[in-house]
């Protein structure tokens, strides 16, 4: 098993949530029947400590999850100055069959949000390959009060899907934040926000397209 695959021992659930079969010119119904490996080259962020963070494929080839166990931030009360942002940086090392390449079309997240009322928070992600510049941030505001289950979706229009080189291995890098804001109606009492699912456990599920590489 590749060293990069688990950090600290913890294991995202496979899924297999498929992506809608398209038709467009050179992109297939379905994803290439050879495995698909993900190392994860390096993980930073104050919301992704060390052990805390893990990578797993889908056996279907459409998606991978990457599950965290600590991202959570807070703003309000007692809460620590610098957690009302947490963020997280993964750098993927994404081993694809021979012949194809890969593009994300879409990433959902999910969470616990409470906020008092006032207070105000944003999820953030933005991707790019290695060597290439970062995809403008998408954002997603919620505000207070609120005490539910969230979720958000980042898709991408197919004309406007950013492919990996083919032939080149360039890591793909994810950024992702949480960020919070007290407020002032009710700033002594905690506002927070977290991207996790009824195990205690956050999972993001990013929908991965294929397409056939020119021939060389």
Same mark, same amino acid.
């Given at each position: 098993? #590749?060293?990069? @695959? @688990?950090?600290?021992?913890?294991?995202?659930?496979? @899924?297999?949530?498929? *992506?809608?079969?398209?038709?467009?010119?050179?992109?297939?119904?379905?994803?290439?029947? $050879?495995?698909?490996? *993900?190392?994860?080259?390096?993980?930073?962020?104050?919301?992704?400590? /060390?052990?805390?963070?893990?990578? !797993?494929?889908? #056996? $279907?080839?459409?998606?991978?999850?990457?599950?965290?166990?600590?991202?959570? &931030?807070? /703003?309000?009360?007692?809460?620590?100055?610098? &957690?009302?942002?947490?963020?997280?940086?993964?750098?993927? *090392?994404?081993?694809?069959? %021979?012949?194809?390449?890969?593009?994300? !079309?879409?990433? $959902?997240?999910?969470?616990?949000?409470?906020? %008092?009322?006032? /207070?105000?928070?944003?999820?953030? !992600?933005?991707?790019?390959?290695?060597?290439?510049?970062?995809?403008?941030?998408?954002?997603?505001?919620? =505000?207070?009060?609120?005490?539910?289950?969230? %979720?958000?979706?980042?898709?991408?229009?197919? !004309?406007?899907?950013?492919?990996?080189?083919?032939?080149?291995?360039?890591?793909?890098?994810?950024?992702?934040?949480?960020?919070?804001?007290?407020?002032?109606?009710?700033?002594?009492?905690?506002?927070?926000?977290? +991207?996790?699912?009824?195990?205690?456990?956050? =999972?993001?599920?990013?929908? +991965?397209?294929?397409?056939?590489?020119?021939?060389?």
């Amino acid at each position: 098993m #590749p060293g990069g @695959l @688990l950090l600290g021992g913890a294991v995202a659930a496979l @899924l297999t949530t498929a *992506i809608p079969a398209h038709t467009h010119s050179g992109v297939f119904d379905n994803p290439p029947p $050879d495995k698909i490996v *993900i190392d994860v080259a390096t993980v930073n962020g104050s919301g992704c400590p /060390a052990g805390t963070a893990a990578v !797993a494929v889908a #056996p $279907d080839n459409t998606a991978f999850t990457v599950t965290y166990s600590q991202y959570l &931030a807070q /703003a309000g009360g007692n809460s620590d100055p610098t &957690a009302f942002r947490k963020n997280c940086q993964l750098n993927l *090392i994404v081993h694809v069959p %021979q012949g194809f390449t890969y593009a994300v !079309a879409s990433a $959902d997240y999910r969470g616990f949000l409470s906020l %008092q009322p006032g /207070a105000s928070a944003t999820q953030k !992600a933005s991707y790019y390959f290695q060597g290439s510049s970062n995809t403008v941030p998408k954002s997603h505001p919620f =505000s207070g009060s609120y005490n539910d289950d969230w %979720q958000a979706t980042d898709s991408t229009d197919w !004309a406007q899907l950013v492919w990996a080189p083919c032939g080149v291995q360039r890591n793909f890098n994810i950024n992702t934040e949480l960020r919070v804001n007290a407020g002032t109606a009710n700033p002594g009492k905690v506002s927070f926000m977290t +991207m996790d699912s009824t195990d205690g456990d956050i =999972s993001t599920v990013y929908h +991965m397209a294929w397409k056939e590489c020119p021939a060389s």
